[in-house]
Every structure is written in C-alpha cells, then in structure tokens.
C-alpha cells in the first residue's frame, strides 16, 4: 500500500537529514551564509521541519501545529542536537498521520489554494517528499561546501 512506501521513503530522507545536521564540524557551521547562499542548512533544516509539519501535520493530520515560515529562514544558532530533536519528532507525525490514511484518502482532492491546479492526497504527499529531497540535498552541498 502507498502509506508502507510513503512511510519508507519520508523514513529514509529525514534519517538522512540527521545525518546531515549531525555531520556539520561545528555548530555555528550550520548557520553560514554567503552572497551567492543564502539560505545555510541551518535554516533549510528548519524549512523542512516547519513543512511537514504545517502540512502533513497540521492540514491532514489535523495536529494544531502553527507554523511560522518566516521564523525557519530568521532564526540561526539553534543547537545540532535540538535540530535533531525536532526532526525526529517529525517524524513520528509524519509516520502517525500516513499510517492513518486510506486508500481512498489517498485519491481524494487535495488543495492548498484556489489558484492551484487541482491535486490528489497522493499527489501532494509526492510533491512534500520531492521537495524534502530537494532541500536535503541543498544541505548536504552546504555542509560539503564548509568542509573544504
């Protein structure tokens, strides 16, 4: 079924973005700008915190959680470990909240906003992966980037 393998992968990518933030040297490496990167992996490890939970979460799982998206680009200096923390917490909701879905939950129309062309469930928990791995590989070139 599609929560096994949606679960499977979600799995896969946040334990990989563990490995990311704990792999940084130092602490105040995850918080490193640069004119041509702006956003440091810091800050995206907080993006992607902040969505899943916004959406996974709060919109399907109907959790209560409010996001503060500007706060996920603002606020640097939070401990490695914290990081960690709160990405394992994600994902047990994550894991909570497919594990709960059906298969004609998974069909169902899913919209964020009007102007969007019209979505699955199924479709929009594909666009979150994608975009999990979109922003964990942005880290993963940070972290290597600071390394050298």
């Avoid at 401990?79 to 169902?108: G, M, N, P, W, Y």
Wanted: hydrophobic letters at 45%; one cysteine or more; glycine letters at 6%.
């Amino acid at each position: 079924m599609l929560n096994t393998t949606l679960i499977a992968l979600f799995t896969r990518d946040l334990n990989r973005l563990i490995a990311e933030i704990d792999a940084y040297t130092t602490e105040e490496a995850l918080w490193i700008t640069t004119p041509a990167i702006s956003n440091c992996g810091g800050n995206l490890c907080l993006h992607i915190i902040g969505n899943l939970n916004a959406f996974v979460g709060a919109e399907i799982g109907k959790t209560g959680y409010v996001r503060d998206r500007d706060l996920e680009f603002s606020q640097k200096g939070i401990r490695k470990t914290v990081l960690i923390e709160h990405i394992q917490e994600t994902l047990v909701v994550v894991e909570t909240v497919l594990q709960s879905l059906t298969a004609t939950d998974f069909k169902a129309p899913f919209s964020r906003r009007a102007e969007e062309a019209p979505m699955t469930l199924e479709y929009f928990l594909i666009h979150l992966l994608a975009h999990l791995s979109y922003h964990l590989g942005q880290i993963n070139y940070h972290r290597r980037l600071l390394s050298n």
